[in-house]
């Protein structure tokens, strides 16, 4: 079992819809967990931390949490062709404070 | 704004060579780090630094050193470019609150 997993996809999505992203972690003692966007040939960018059960948003974009679920998701509102990207799920896991897990990532595809 | 940066966008270098890749960060941030990015196997962690001089093995450390002699800078070292360390290499800088941020990359070459 992976560490954290994502699929793959790509998610395609209509202009203008709700893209919801969804990632799996292991560790159930993991504290922080992140979101970072990834156009295709750049590195990656910090768009949505957040570190406690529920739902935190910020802008067109919601994390939501359930640790008892060990699940983390990101829905991006209102989507738009330039949210196309890969959307990647990190986690710091209990004991390594330093360190994040990334998953492989999502890749969306938003259609105009 | 956090900025990392990175001393080259794209690096071709022949088998053997010896590689320096650097990476600067200008937030006095103590913790950084060095990933390698490839398709299918996403960001792997092959060395950090959490202070001065201080350095951890990630997942994936043979092959390369690191040097950290000075807090904003953080080098990676290939003693003896082989071609499957040709990559995207990933540099980033960790704050307080444990996000991590990213220089725009290194795409390596080896041939």
């Known amino acids: 079992q992976k560490e954290v997993e994502q699929n793959s996809g790509p998610l395609s999505v209509p202009e203008g819809a709700i893209a919801s992203l969804n990632c799996t972690y292991s560790?159930?003692?993991?504290?922080?967990f992140f979101w970072y966007r990834q156009y295709s040939g750049k590195s990656p960018e910090l768009i949505m931390s957040?570190?406690?059960?529920g739902d935190k948003e910020d802008g067109r974009f919601t994390a939501q949490l359930n640790k008892a679920s060990q699940y983390v998701s990101l829905l991006i509102r209102d989507s738009q062709p330039s949210d196309s990207a890969t959307y990647l799920c990190?986690?710091?896991?209990?004991?390594?404070?330093?360190?994040?897990?990334f998953g492989t990532g999502t890749l969306l595809a938003v259609q105009p | 704004d956090v900025k990392v940066t990175q001393s080259s966008r794209y690096l071709v270098k022949r088998t053997g060579e010896k590689v320096f890749l650097e990476c600067v960060q200008d937030?006095?941030?103590?913790?950084m780090f060095w990933y390698r990015q490839d398709p299918g196997l996403g960001l792997r962690l092959i060395y950090f630094?959490?202070?001065?001089?201080?350095?951890e093995k990630g997942d994936i450390p043979e092959g390369y050193s690191v040097s950290r002699e000075k807090k904003e800078r953080f080098s990676l070292i290939l003693e003896s470019a082989s071609t499957n360390q040709t990559s995207m290499y990933l540099c980033?800088?960790?704050?307080?609150?444990?996000?991590?941020?990213f220089g725009p990359g290194t795409r390596l070459t080896v041939t």
């Open positions: 980033a800088s960790r704050d307080y609150r444990g996000e991590q941020y």
């Open positions: 560790d159930r003692g993991s504290q922080s």
């Open positions: 957040i570190y406690s059960n």
């Open positions: 990190a986690v710091n896991p209990r004991g390594a404070t330093n360190k994040l897990i």
């Open positions: 937030m006095d941030h103590e913790n």
């Open positions: 630094s959490y202070d001065v001089k201080m350095k």
